[in-house]
Nanobody
């Protein structure tokens, strides 16, 4: 079992930055690839970013490339999502997720554990 707890969300104006954190506990953090997904009101949850177990490789959805950066600190059992140049369309609940698999990291079905989410609201 892996417990994931997100933090760092908030209400911000367009153009500013936020850093989300996801703290993991339970099994060995470095065994898991990590992902961030988001769900906006009235929309399905969508992939945002993912990072492999070692942190060497990462993946992003096109709409956040160049603005968001995913990273992890295996010593702190934490994955981060640095979000720069935020836009109103980034408004959503952001969830982190953990997967024991090394492929298919853009798909929800790949992940076994999910956090409760943190709200990010970007005003124009």
């Amino acid at each position: 079992q892996v417990l994931l707890v997100e933090s760092g969300g908030g209400l911000v104006q367009a153009g500013v930055s936020l850093r989300l954190s996801c703290a993991a506990s339970g099994r060995t953090f470095s065994w898991y690839a990590m992902g961030w997904f988001r769900q906006a009101p009235g929309k399905e949850r969508e992939f945002v970013a993912a990072i492999t177990r070692s942190g060497i490789s990462n993946f992003y959805t096109d709409s956040v490339k160049g603005r968001f950066t995913i990273s992890r600190d295996n010593a702190k059992n934490t994955v981060y999502l640095q979000m720069n140049s935020l836009k109103p369309e980034d408004t959503a609940v952001y969830h982190c997720a953990a997967s024991p698999r090394s492929s298919g990291l853009k798909y929800e079905r790949t992940y076994d554990y999910w956090g409760q989410g943190t709200q990010v609201t970007v005003s124009s």
